[in-house]
């Protein structure tokens, strides 16, 4: 059964900053995996979604990487900003069957002005 | 309406009430997902549909039934439910199956009294 963790937990920066965002997941074998963040209260919203074969996605000031043998992935989130603050999740989905996707707990992010 | 929707996005109710969430798709997909969030928990897969047929379905107590009439909309029929159940509810879709990005509606909070 996949198992994701996502470190850290909560995290505190100022404005500006260049932060990472990392995940862990048990079972390497992924077709893709999902970044995503939730404002409190609300549903999803897709940030990234890198192939298995991928090592890298962008957007914007967003960067994924992937690194399926082991099993990791971080978020790079260059520039930080306060609209920036949110909880972000990843998701790995399985080769087989339909997308259904692992989620961490996620990691909650606070940048202050 | 564009993306994902959800109705109601709030709904209170008593263990002997019956209750239907209501989730409908403007996208074109042809898979549908009901996920639970509950706190301090991460999100669990709760059903998946494909062209209107359940592919999936996580061991999730029969006081939740689903029902996707067709592939736009998807329902989540509630009856008996506990104040364990209380929870956000999230809706997806998405196109295909593995390898394909997964849309979120903004959730419905439902509070068991």
């Known amino acids: 059964k996949q198992e994701v963790t996502q470190i850290p937990a909560a ?13 862990s997941f048990t079972d390497s074998a992924i077709y893709n995996l999902q970044w995503f963040r939730q404002d409190p209260g609300k549903g999803l919203t897709s940030l990234l979604l890198i192939q298995s074969s991928q090592r890298e996605q962008t957007s914007g000031r ?11 992935s971080t978020l790079y989130i260059a520039a930080s900003q306060p609209g920036d603050s949110a909880t972000y999740l990843c998701a790995p989905s399985p080769y087989s069957g339909y997308s259904t996707l ?12 | 309406e564009t ?20 989730c409908e798709q403007h996208l074109g997909h042809n898979a549908m997902y009901w996920y639970k969030q509950s706190a301090k928990k991460p999100l ?3 059903f998946v549909y494909s062209l209107e047929e359940r592919v999936e379905n996580n ?7 689903p029902e996707c009439p067709n592939s736009s909309h998807l329902f989540l029929h509630l009856h008996t439910l506990q104040p364990e159940d209380s929870a956000l509810y999230l809706c997806a879709s998405s196109q ?6 997964q849309f979120f509606g903004p959730g419905t909070r439902l509070t068991v009294l």
Do not use: I, Y
């Not at chain 1, 990487?65 to 082991?70: F, G, H, Q, T």
């Not at chain 1, 692992?102 to 002005?113: E, I, Q």
């Not at chain 2, 709030?10 to 209501?22: A, E, F, I, R």
């Open chain 2, 96 to 101: 295909g199956g593995a390898a394909s990005e």
């Open chain 1, 11 to 23: 995290l505190s920066v100022p404005e500006g900053e260049n932060l990472v965002l990392n995940c």
């Open chain 1, 102 to 113: 692992t989620f961490g707990k996620g990691t909650m992010l606070l940048v202050s002005p």
């Open chain 2, 3 to 22: 993306g994902v929707t959800q109705t109601p996005r709030h709904l209170v109710m008593g263990m002997t009430n019956k209750k239907s969430l209501k």
């Open chain 2, 59 to 65: 061991s999730v107590p029969s006081r939740f039934s």
């Open chain 2, 44 to 46: 669990e897969l709760m």
């Open chain 1, 62 to 72: 967003l960067n994924a990487s992937l690194d399926k043998s082991s099993g990791r």
